[in-house]
């Protein structure tokens, strides 16, 4: 069965470190999500990516994150310089039509930022 | 006022229990709702896709959408031990799809 799937499974950085997420979304999908959920908090959405562009972005994206699908399977999310409260679980997901399909998750990247 | 509200729980219940969970939101706009089930520390695992007013059955799940009471339940028969993880409803709140998530209702089944 396709899955969502994310690396690394753990990051542990220095608070100033630039990160990058990795995620390699369901093959025929063509909506790309970033969400975040801190320890005991609802899952947030960040970013949706389509057509190769953002489409949407929250409050929390704000200029030290970036997004990006180098190539025709991987999507990163990029954290500029890494802050305390940037700790957190990271999500992907990806839909095959937007709001019109559901939506599926990858197994997560726990950053933790020392 | 919360676009998507959800008990927190902790909901228990004994093996076998018909489990039931629920949701609100605010916007009759919205239309699809889903059911993720989360294991600590995973990722959000799709149970159930619904489109508007009425019920869904896959397996011993049951999705129902009430629009008229903004009310989305999850039902759960013969519950499992396996069963005890965080239910998170969620519905797409713009064309992107993205998603807005209730705080979620941890389950606990005991055996």
């Known amino acids: 069965e396709p899955e969502v799937t994310q690396t690394p499974s753990h990051q542990v950085t220095q608070m100033g470190q630039e990160v990058i997420l990795r995620c390699v979304p369901i093959?025929?999908?063509?909506?790309f999500y970033w969400y975040r959920q801190i320890l005991g908090q609802k899952v947030e959405f960040l970013v949706s990516f389509y057509n190769n562009e953002i489409s949407e972005k929250s409050e929390i994206f704000d200029d030290q994150f970036s997004v990006e699908r180098p190539d025709g399977s991987n999507f990163t999310l990029k954290i500029r310089s890494t802050k305390l409260e940037d700790s957190a679980m990271y999500f992907c997901a990806s839909s095959e039509d937007g709001m019109n399909t559901e939506a599926f998750f990858g197994q997560g990247t726990r950053l933790t930022v020392v | 006022q919360k676009e998507v509200e959800q008990d927190p729980g902790p909901l228990s219940v004994p093996e076998g229990a018909i489990v039931s969970l629920n949701c609100t939101y605010s916007?009759?706009?919205?239309?699809?709702f889903m059911w993720y089930r989360q294991y600590s520390r995973k990722g959000p695992e799709l149970l159930m896709y619904?489109?508007?007013?009425g019920n869904k059955e896959d397996g011993r799940f049951t999705a129902q959408v009430d629009k008229s009471s903004k009310y989305i339940s999850l039902f759960i028969r013969d519950s499992q031990p396996s069963d005890s993880a965080t239910y998170l409803c969620?519905?797409?709140?713009?064309?992107?799809?993205?998603?807005?998530f209730g705080q979620g209702t941890t389950l606990q089944v005991k055996p």
């Open positions: 619904t489109y508007s007013s």
């Open positions: 969620a519905t797409p709140s713009s064309n992107t799809g993205k998603l807005i």
């Open positions: 093959s025929n999908h063509l909506y």
């Open positions: 916007n009759s706009a919205f239309q699809y």
